[in-house]
């Protein structure tokens, strides 16, 4: 063993009282050396989640961390933690336990992970903290197989902890910066566990229902040479002796697929924003779920396959997801995530009409605030109760320059939001394709044609319309769970502030 | 309609014969306004591959591009294309088109994308250069949705063009720059449409095979606030007013996930690497299959898994992409990709006494070079006939810092390579779990500890044994197709000196 690891192992083993040479049960304990893959094993090791019942009066091997340990005269309590399940441990003095096993046993530090050997015994009262509430493990042999160290930075529990819960009761809960500080503890909790295994569902139902349809998986560059969207909120990457951007979305290559002739193309991606933006829903790198379709007659073919993908997806989430929604809620209350079938489309102008009715003043062209956003979700869900809703025909001069303009009146665009829970989770249009059009939509809006031309020229050669849009991961993540801030469904967000771990 | 989309569309007519009054088929013919979405249309419009005798003897609408024209007096033949189907069209001076219908017709330029209206008839000779060779379209209507200019930067007959038979009839063949200064019409292609749909179809047997498996999505950061493989080769950004780095794999944060108790995950992202590597197998920017897995006490319990996992792929894609394989093989041919179940796996000393038996002088501890490689792989063709195989336990020496030296030989380490074809496509190891050794590790190779403090310390906290690697999606592409440029199978490469498209 290289001498760094046997040192290591020689300081835990220190910190732990070593087995003495007369205890009966020295063999069946102890810190184990490294694994090196020093040789394979036929050994089960059974989950914790499959320890029910039907196993009682078995022998098994599980593999877990050490949740609680709590000794008590000649017992110790161990809970063992796989993921979001626990199971309670005794470790008893007795033919197979000997005083000096119970008390290594009752000294392993916290999150250690150990192979623990036992038999699953029936309880007559439920156990009330552990998942696995009818049996508990008697065990027989317990080894260490990664020391934690003693000091957590923080306790899982109060990690868990819901908020209104920490302040009645005055017990600690663990604020956000501790937890990304951590996160490689915080991401063990069963909240965070929940999230992230949900979140890839969220993934793995987007591109089943995608392909499903039809669509393609593309791959696109993260790497440009010219700022694609006018310049603005754009980080500059040293390309060798030159310099170059990181895109701020796959729009320009997407549309270049569809002037391929993809005809429905999907991307999941990074995006990123070099925006100096300290909000609960700005990241200056997300996740973008990407769509781009070419139509036959009118944009709306495009909206109804994207409102149809997400519904899919909510769908989806209800089906597969239930445990991971409800052990969120635990932490996170709130109501669950409602939706119509189709889905609810509003004009632009409606949701003026509602707004103003409601006794906000707005022009015509101006863009909705964040707090404009929310209170259209409220006013939307009282009168339609539905969490998911479109908004449609945004005023021409808030959208970027490659939108289509309204044929019907020059002052909206074929173009559209989506909102889960009151915020806007996609933003999407029809483009325009033709060369003409495209370069007197640019240049009205003063951007530098020559850094545009490849993204033009990509026009010049025959393009079928097409519409598309672009779903921000983490949003989609946190609204669908009634989350508050979009850094709890980032695995290491980044953020102005942030750039680790 | 906005002024540049009028006169965009006027420029085209004024290109083309606008039709005269007194023209009998003036209706059924011409350039149409742009698609604005102006309105919605029950026109159902059929797929070209669903041109089959079946729909003999009926009317359809078909939207495609132009591929070629042929005018021969009063009749005009068209091949119209979508994707990679192609379907004759017939215009002929009658009951439907007048003598300046079928030369606006013969007009239209290649590439442009029009909707036509025929009857399908049988025909009873079968039509050679069409993929529907068994009916033709009597048009009826046609009209422009989008006009292409009229000179293209290259010709689709010429990119498919094998370069045996351009070099052996004197024929064009279109050259890797121009190829990718055009991609959006290069992409247009029977093989370029095979080769992205077939990679589309490698990312979802890959995510399907292992979401089978029990293995989560995750998503890791891109932006990194250290380099995390020793400082070289990595693209600096800047970052507000300091500055960060691109991430060159996901490796750090895929293993704090393990960390984390994921046990099993997975991501497909891009990686970034600033080599100036100008080869047919290097990019600066590709994409990573990337796997890490936390194994229970051998790490060939990992490799069983990523082994597993590429043959899954390869038997997916021969059922699910047999066409899309045989169009490929077509302009590009090569032997069909070959593989054992089990996987071959050897060691790398099994390795050097095969390439030192043919000759080759090498040092125990050296690194296979690029040419001892390809070597190598047809030695292991010759003698055990397959394209794919691992090669296990490299010297310790040419392996990354965190790769777990092999406990039975201090200068080896529990690490391996995947090769297909010759060529390596995947490299991953056994991670050092431990943070003394670790840290050991990280001195040796003069790495400054302060810098991965974070990736150090998350394993203080209990981590269990792992193992992972990572794949180069645009090799296992070209490989499995026996390409020979990875730039073939990027949709949009980028290289020291190629940033656009």
Known sequence: MPSAARKSQERDRASMEPPPADDYAKERYGVLPLIQSQEK???VLVRINDLTVEKADQVVWVRGRIHTSRAKGKQCFLVLRQQQFNVQALVAVGDHASKQMVKFAANVNKESIVDVEGIVRKVHQKIGGCTQQDVELHVQRIYVISLAEPRLPLQLDDAVRAEVEGEEEGRATVNQDTRLDNRVIDLRTCTSQAVFHLQ???????????????????????????????????????????????AQSPQLYKQMCICADFEKVFCIGPVFRAEDSNTHRHLTEFVGLDIEMAFNYHYHEV???IADTLVQIFKGLQERFQTEILTVNKQFPCEPFKFLEPTLSLEYREALAMLREAGVEMGDEDDLSTPNEKLLGRLVKEKYDTDFYILDKYPLAVRPFYTMPDPGNPKNS??????????????????????????????????????????????RFGAPPHAGGGIG?????????????????????????????
């Open 41 to 43: 094993s036929d050994r």
């Open 200 to 246: 890839s569902g969220i993934c793995q139902l987007f591109r089943e229902t995608l392909l499903h349809k039809g669509f393609v998986e593309i791959q696109t560059p993260k790497i440009i040479s010219a700022a694609s969207e006018g310049g603005a909120n754009v980080f500059t990457v040293s390309y060798f002796k030159s310099s170059a951007y990181l």
């Open 303 to 305: 909206v109804d396959e």
């Open 414 to 459: 074929n173009s559209y939001d989506m909102f889960m829970r009151g915020e806007e989770i996609l933003s999407g249009a029809q483009r325009i394709h033709d060369p003409e059009l495209l370069t007197e939509r640019a240049q009205h809006h003063g951007i530098d044609l020559e850094k545009i031309k490849a993204y033009i020229d990509s026009f």
């Open 473 to 501: 991961l983490e949003r989609v993540t946190m609204l669908y769970l009634g989350l508050s801030n979009v850094r709890q469904t980032s695995m290491f967000p980044r953020d102005p502030k942030r750039l680790t771990p």
